[in-house]
T-cell receptor
Framework: GESVGLHLPTLSVQEGDNSIINCAYS??????FIWYKQESGKGPQFIID?????DKRQGQRVTVLLNKTVKHLSLQIAATQPGDSAVYFC?????????????FGQGTILTVHP | DAGVIQSPRHEVTEMGQEVTLRCKPI?????LFWYRQTMMRGLELLIY????????DSGMPEDRFSAKMPNASFSTLKIQPSEPRDSAVYFC?????????????FGDGTRLSIL
């Protein structure tokens, strides 16, 4: 079946650098995408979302880019901090009868070194 | 504001016992989701409710699993009888299910260990 997958399972950066986490999706019908951050012992925490009628959305220190042509999603974190160390998940919703239902990727481990 | 509240946070029990996990969604949210997270399979959707009605339970592993939502502020996930392979972290999430998709907000999960 169709699923969401991540290119890189781990990413290590230095404090202050910018981080880019990538996600490939395969369901061309997906119309809603979301990024979550999960710290150890906690549930996934919402970071930012984007709908398919947009290609870019910015939040506080984070930017999500959506390229529907190649079915690619990315999360950019500016001036990465040690507190950003976590597992990051992308998720998609295919809309239609799947309304409200998210399919999650495997996750990327981000480690920020001081 | 209170987020999604799950209880218990940890549960250790012997195989064959009944396990009940509880969830209180965010007030005003009308969609509720139960997930299971393991190292091998990642985060899997088990079942979700909209306005207290189960919409999709295709992710429920087998008949040993059941979920209920008797009212807008409470849901349970029950495993009977439990087996060691049910060991995982179980998350509940809620969202406001309007015309457009909205973010799901997760609780901190129940870490379940079946011995």
């Amino acid at each position: 079946g169709e699923s969401v997958g991540l290119h890189l399972p781990t990413l290590s950066v230095q404090e202050g650098d910018n981080s880019i986490i990538n996600c490939a999706y395969s369901n061309s019908a997906s119309d809603y995408f979301i990024w979550y951050k999960q710290e150890s012992g906690k549930g996934p925490q919402f970071i930012i979302d984007i709908r398919s009628n947009m290609d870019k959305r910015q939040g506080q220190r984070v930017t999500v880019l959506l390229n529907k042509t190649v079915k690619h999603l990315s999360l950019q974190i500016a001036a990465t901090q040690p507190g950003d160390s976590a597992v990051y998940f992308c998720a998609e919703n295919a809309g239609g009868t799947s309304y409200g239902k998210l399919t999650f990727g495997q996750g990327t481990i981000l480690t920020v070194h001081p | 504001d209170a987020g999604v509240i799950q209880s218990p946070r940890h549960e250790v029990t012997e195989m064959g016992q009944e396990v009940t996990l509880r969830c209180k969604p965010i007030s005003g949210h009308n969609s509720l989701f139960w997930y299971r997270q393991t190292m091998m399979r990642g985060l899997e959707l088990l079942i979700y409710f909209n306005n207290n009605v189960p919409i999709d339970d295709s992710g429920m592993p087998e008949d040993r699993f059941s979920a209920k939502m008797p009212n807008a502020s409470f849901s349970t996930l029950k495993i009977q009888p439990s087996e060691p392979r049910d060991s995982a972290v179980y998350f509940c999430a809620s969202s406001f299910g309007g015309q457009l998709n909205q973010p799901q907000h997760f609780g901190d999960g129940t870490r379940l260990s079946i011995l």
